[in-house]
């Protein structure tokens, strides 16, 4: 009689050996004796460190290749100590049983031995395969849950999102907190794509060179997150809708800001068909600063620029897309607008006024801040009066489920939205500002504007522009048609026209009525630093 060859299999994952001290060792010694009563002799012992959830296990689908190899002739049998150690997944344990038995090689579990050629055999081998996989279902429910309960509470589940830490407390509480520079560079982007100028690839491409490091695929991911708001997302569950709860942790950014980068991706979404196409590039050649602010006056489309070769050198043009034939020169046309700019200094004795209509403007409380308080209070209320309408056309089975819960849920997601700048008003309104600095501190970039523009490079110019200009303008080849000027300019500008004609400049408070002070909020010109 031939001595059986055995195959000693020892499994074990990691919070098995913690949870129930499974041992390696201990399950060795245990098969090795079985041999020894046995007569077995051991060929081979394989040691796992995996998960039984299915046979895609590194040792094991080795030992498989093995028996392909020798044509199931390197052992006969082998052995575990139990059917947990073999499989968790009972599909999965019969599939590989039938693959043993092509090969002439007998799966035994030595405390649970079974006789195959029995046909009740299969029916506790059933029992025994299937109980621990509903352990292992039973399990992962309990994460699931434990991860919702978790995230209803406001906690973030996982590794900390770049920008912020993961930490402990002394009692051993784990929570995610800021961390620098990361956070303040996180916070330059989502500031960045708020303001609306440049193209959201270009803003991740400028923040890599300040450091970020963060791909392409992970920056997308990062600037929808409501967590750098302080917001923690709870995800949909069987018939539980998705929905955000107040994170525990410390936020980035205000919910306004938040939400407006939304807005900003999702238009350019729509508009392009991927994220982020549209706005401004943050490279472009140092001969067409101007390149995308300029329309075409026969057909409205944006000019491009480029060059072409002529006699012994290279001439540059702001052109159309199309064929309107529409093509202007780059000195020309960027001279002009340099000396448009100077319609934006301010003159002299306009200081004053200027400062004196900006801060009567905020320090006016009860035409700003009221009127937006209520005006948004009446966004509040007419989304709550669609739901409650909506509501109401369920009852009357005028309305489908489905669309009510879609209207609902539209409804809901712009209260979010609204209570978030309401909160950004009361927030500026207890902070204060210092709007004489302010005054102050944009007069002096007025007053060099000019030789700002001048002296900065493309990136710089650019940004000037836009900072100043909130829409794209039409140059007829003569002049620059602008419109949409940022308040402050607006304002300058007035101011300037009005004192035109005044020789000593002294201030006229009688010459300047309410109605050519800008409504609500004078915003300052930003010009970027180092340009």
Not at 62 to 79: A, E, P, V
Not at 240 to 267: P, R, W
Request: hydrophobic letters at 35%.
């Amino acid at each position: 009689m031939m001595t059986k060859k055995a195959c000693l299999y020892i499994r074990v994952s990691t919070d098995e050996q913690a949870d129930k001290g499974f041992s390696q060792r201990d399950q060795a010694e245990r098969l090795q004796a079985y041999c020894q009563y046995h007569g077995f002799d051991v060929v081979k012992m394989v040691f796992e460190d995996y998960s039984a959830k299915t046979f895609n296990r590194p040792e094991w689908t080795g030992m498989i290749n093995d028996l392909r190899k020798s044509k199931g002739k390197c052992f006969d049998q082998i052995l575990f100590t139990k059917w947990d150690r073999f499989s968790r997944n009972t599909a999965d344990a019969y599939q590989m049983i039938r693959i043993l038995n092509d090969y002439e090689v007998d799966p035994v579990a030595i405390e649970q031995p079974l006789d195959f050629n029995i046909p009740e055999s299969k029916t506790i081998l059933a029992v025994y395969l299937s109980m621990p996989e509903v352990e292992n279902d039973r399990r992962a429910l309990n994460v699931v849950y434990g991860m919702r309960r978790g995230k209803k509470e406001g906690r973030w589940m996982g590794k900390a999102l770049h920008g912020y830490k993961n930490k402990i407390t002394e009692d051993g509480r784990k929570y995610i907190a800021p961390v620098e520079p990361e956070a303040s560079l996180m916070k330059w982007c989502f500031e960045q794509i708020a303001e609306g100028v440049y193209a959201t690839e270009h803003i991740w491409m400028l923040a890599k060179e300040k450091g970020l490091k963060l791909g392409r695929s992970s920056f997308w991911t990062s600037v929808r997150n409501p967590v750098y708001c302080g917001k923690i997302k709870v995800p949909a569950y069987k018939d539980e809708e998705a929905y955000l709860v107040d994170g525990q942790h410390e936020s980035i950014i205000s919910e306004s800001i938040f939400y407006k980068v939304q807005d900003i991706i999702d238009s350019r979404t729509v508009c392009k068909g991927s994220p982020g196409t549209q706005g401004l590039t943050v490279t472009t050649p140092d001969e067409f600063p101007l390149r995308g602010f300029m329309l075409c006056k026969k057909c409205g489309k944006h000019l491009t620029g480029s060059g072409s070769k002529g006699n012994r050198m290279r001439y540059y043009y702001y052109h159309c897309r199309i064929k309107c034939k529409q093509r202007f020169r780059v000195d020309m046309t960027n001279g002009m607008f340099e000396q448009e700019l100077k319609k934006y200094v301010p003159k002299k004795g306009i200081s004053e006024i200027f400062k004196m209509v900006v801060c009567d403007t905020f320090n006016d409380e009860s035409a700003f801040t009221q009127t937006e308080r209520k005006r948004i209070s009446n966004l509040i209320f007419e989304q709550n009066l669609r739901i409650t309408k909506s509501r109401e056309l369920l009852l009357n089975e005028t309305l489908e489920r489905e669309d009510y819960h879609d209207i609902k849920r539209d409804a809901e997601a712009k209260i979010v939205r609204h209570k978030a700048d309401l909160e950004a008003i009361e927030e500026r309104v207890s902070h204060g500002l210092d709007v004489d600095l302010m005054a102050n501190d944009l007069l002096s970039h007025m007053q060099n504007l000019y030789y700002l523009y001048v002296s900065a490079n493309t990136a710089g110019k650019r940004h000037i522009v836009s900072s100043i200009f909130l829409d794209k303008w039409v140059f007829d080849g003569e002049r620059h048609h602008t419109q949409g000027l940022n308040e402050a300019a607006s304002l300058i500008y007035q101011l300037n026209n009005k004192l035109r004609h005044k020789k000593t400049g002294a201030k006229s408070e009688s010459n300047f009525n309410s109605g050519q002070v800008p409504s609500a909020g004078v915003e300052p010109a930003r010009f970027p630093t180092g340009v």
